[in-house]
């Protein structure tokens, strides 16, 4: 995966593929009714059928879909490079750009596309993937190597309507993905109905939860925050966060390094990026992990390695998983922020 260091912070672009029927358009209107106060901008291929919610839409102008929220919704035709320009002059400008490629594209063709431009940051690649059909399209002789490529360049899988396949489908389902792409972090989900902070990365204030309320979020998500000192070696350390022996799903923050500078940091399964950031901000990171698969040990382990801990808030954290797993699966952290 891409990784790369930059100085200042641009604005930041999703990539969301899947092939057809895999939910692609059901995760982008859950991500826009739960936008919290972020100016989305959603690049389609071709509007098609609508690919918003009927009750989302404020208007209709020319190949723009105004929706609530002051997010916008634009067809980019076979120019996706002019339309990530167009965006990018919108006033008020959009705070982060969903890019939702074609049943039969492949996202990491889309994301190269982001990465060669000036002002936009690649934030991910999510690939969706249809519990009850993926293997059976993994198996087709005209089919597969779509399937195949599409996944490849993958930050995060989703594994969408695994309520509609029985037990044993859904775990030969995970195993095979987890054979084939090693790599990506592989999230399930019925409806696309996940936290948008999986997606979106986290937000900069600390007033915000992983957790949406839902029983079902706090269940299968965990999150942590904690505050660093000194980081000897920044982009070490940013790598180190991407193992998949960790199993993090997502980390941001700020991070100060031994002469004092202070950088913004995020990963997202393999990838990593760090920027300059010139404000007085704490140095602190969160990190997102799903239940089943982290490790907080082995991450207790990485910023011990890499770091000088101001305020060790893991050690409280993982006294009390071992009181108790159940009500640690249950509930979200007090000083959780998402």
Same mark, same amino acid.
């Given at each position: 995966m891409a990784q790369h260091s930059k100085n200042e912070e641009v604005t930041k672009v999703t990539v969301i593929g899947g092939y057809l029927g895999s939910g692609k358009t059901t995760l %982008?209107?859950?991500?826009?009714? +739960?936008?919290d106060g972020r100016r989305l901008a959603v690049l389609v291929n071709e509007f098609g059928e609508l690919p918003i919610?009927?009750?989302? %839409?404020e208007a209709i102008e020319g190949e723009v879909i105004n929706v609530v929220g002051g997010c916008i919704c634009c067809s980019y035709g076979d120019d996706l490079v002019t339309g990530l320009l167009d965006i990018g002059t919108v006033e008020p400008r959009v705070d982060h750009i969903l890019i939702e490629a074609s049943g039969v594209a492949l996202p990491g063709s889309v994301a190269e596309t982001v990465q060669i431009l000036d002002g936009f940051s690649l934030n991910g690649v999510v690939v969706m993937a249809d519990a009850e059909t993926l293997l059976h399209l993994a198996e087709d002789s005209y089919l597969s190597d779509t399937i195949a490529r599409q996944f490849t360049d993958a930050d995060i899988v989703i594994l969408n309507k695994v309520d509609l396949v029985a037990d044993n489908s859904r775990a030969a389902t995970l195993r095979w993905l987890e054979k084939q792409y090693p790599d990506a972090r592989i999230i399930e989900t019925s409806g =696309?109905?996940?936290?948008? =902070? %999986?997606v979106f990365g986290i937000p900069q204030d600390s007033d915000r939860r992983l957790s949406d309320?839902?029983?079902?979020? =706090?269940?299968?998500?965990?999150?942590?925050a904690m505050e660093l000192e000194i980081v000897t070696d920044v982009e070490r350390f940013a790598e180190a966060l991407t193992s998949p022996a960790l199993g993090l799903i997502r980390v941001k923050g700020f991070v100060k390094t031994a002469d004092g500078a202070v950088k913004a940091l995020?990963?997202?399964g393999r990838r990593w990026e760090l920027y300059n950031f010139n404000k007085d901000v704490p140095c602190q990171i969160v990190c997102i992990g799903t239940n089943p698969h982290w490790d907080p040990e082995a991450l207790r382990r990485v910023i011990s390695q890499h770091s000088l801990p101001a305020a060790w808030s893991l050690e409280a954290w993982l006294s009390q998983r071992s009181d108790s797993q159940s009500?640690?699966?249950? +509930?979200?952290? =007090?000083?959780?922020?998402?």
């Amino acid at each position: 995966m891409a990784q790369h260091s930059k100085n200042e912070e641009v604005t930041k672009v999703t990539v969301i593929g899947g092939y057809l029927g895999s939910g692609k358009t059901t995760l %982008i209107n859950h991500l826009l009714r +739960n936008a919290d106060g972020r100016r989305l901008a959603v690049l389609v291929n071709e509007f098609g059928e609508l690919p918003i919610d009927g009750d989302l %839409i404020e208007a209709i102008e020319g190949e723009v879909i105004n929706v609530v929220g002051g997010c916008i919704c634009c067809s980019y035709g076979d120019d996706l490079v002019t339309g990530l320009l167009d965006i990018g002059t919108v006033e008020p400008r959009v705070d982060h750009i969903l890019i939702e490629a074609s049943g039969v594209a492949l996202p990491g063709s889309v994301a190269e596309t982001v990465q060669i431009l000036d002002g936009f940051s690649l934030n991910g690649v999510v690939v969706m993937a249809d519990a009850e059909t993926l293997l059976h399209l993994a198996e087709d002789s005209y089919l597969s190597d779509t399937i195949a490529r599409q996944f490849t360049d993958a930050d995060i899988v989703i594994l969408n309507k695994v309520d509609l396949v029985a037990d044993n489908s859904r775990a030969a389902t995970l195993r095979w993905l987890e054979k084939q792409y090693p790599d990506a972090r592989i999230i399930e989900t019925s409806g =696309a109905n996940l936290p948008p =902070a %999986i997606v979106f990365g986290i937000p900069q204030d600390s007033d915000r939860r992983l957790s949406d309320g839902s029983v079902s979020h =706090a269940s299968l998500f965990s999150s942590i925050a904690m505050e660093l000192e000194i980081v000897t070696d920044v982009e070490r350390f940013a790598e180190a966060l991407t193992s998949p022996a960790l199993g993090l799903i997502r980390v941001k923050g700020f991070v100060k390094t031994a002469d004092g500078a202070v950088k913004a940091l995020q990963t997202v399964g393999r990838r990593w990026e760090l920027y300059n950031f010139n404000k007085d901000v704490p140095c602190q990171i969160v990190c997102i992990g799903t239940n089943p698969h982290w490790d907080p040990e082995a991450l207790r382990r990485v910023i011990s390695q890499h770091s000088l801990p101001a305020a060790w808030s893991l050690e409280a954290w993982l006294s009390q998983r071992s009181d108790s797993q159940s009500h640690l699966r249950g +509930n979200c952290l =007090a000083n959780v922020f998402v």
